[in-house]
């Protein structure tokens, strides 16, 4: 799962906020840290996405100031709100490898788990898998992937409610995207059932 989260970091335009908050960098130097890294080239088709996640994050973190990253959420598609969803959980990795703990850092954990359950209902009434929407499809795959880094995250805190919801998100957008693929479905549906259990 490590490895996983490494390479992830690598491949986002954030790196650079990652990287600050992996190493336990001051929370209040970010927007000048970060400005540092605004020359670097783009590694994304998403950049502009993953800049304004960036100038919404900041200020989460900074002042408990979530309501940019709320309205980033909630004027974004859905192909976007997973690309968003997933820059949370790496912000939340990095947090914790950086072993931050504030009120701002507790405000960010209420988040993705409300984003995962609308994510899972829009890919269950899109059904990515009945169009001929490839981005659609490949957002539904990414989400199915993300939901389980999630739930990973989670596991690992104890927080077990948390994880095994995670994976029921993972479970619904698997098979609202992927039920043609009974090796993609079965472990999902026997994560969730062990998980539940």
């Not at 989460?60 to 709100?81: F, V």
């Not at 993300?146 to 805190?157: D, F, P, V």
Request: one cysteine or more; proline letters at 5%.
């Amino acid at each position: 799962m490590r490895e996983l989260v490494n390479d992830l970091y690598q491949l986002s335009d954030n790196s650079a906020l990652f990287d600050h908050l992996r190493a336990g960098g001051d929370l209040t130097a970010l927007a000048n840290r970060l400005a540092d890294s605004s020359a670097v080239p783009a590694k994304t088709v998403r950049v502009e996405l993953l800049r304004a996640f960036r100038d919404a994050i900041v200020p989460a973190l900074q002042s408990n100031d979530p309501s940019g990253l709320d309205k980033l959420i909630e004027d974004a598609h859905l192909n976007d709100r997973v690309t968003i969803f997933g820059e949370l959980i790496l912000t939340l990795y990095a947090l914790r490898e950086g072993k931050h703990s504030s009120e701002c850092v507790d405000a960010l954990l209420n988040r993705p788990i409300p984003l995962a359950r609308d994510l899972a209902r829009a890919f269950e009434a899109a059904q990515p898998q009945d169009t001929d929407d490839e981005e659609l499809l490949a957002h539904g795959v990414a989400m199915r992937e993300w939901a389980h880094l999630l739930s990973g995250y989670y596991q690992a805190a104890g927080l077990v409610g948390p994880a095994a919801e995670l994976l029921l998100v993972r479970a619904r957008v698997t098979n609202s995207t992927l039920s043609a693929w009974p090796h993609l479905v079965g472990p999902a549906m026997i994560d969730l059932a062990l998980a539940l259990e």
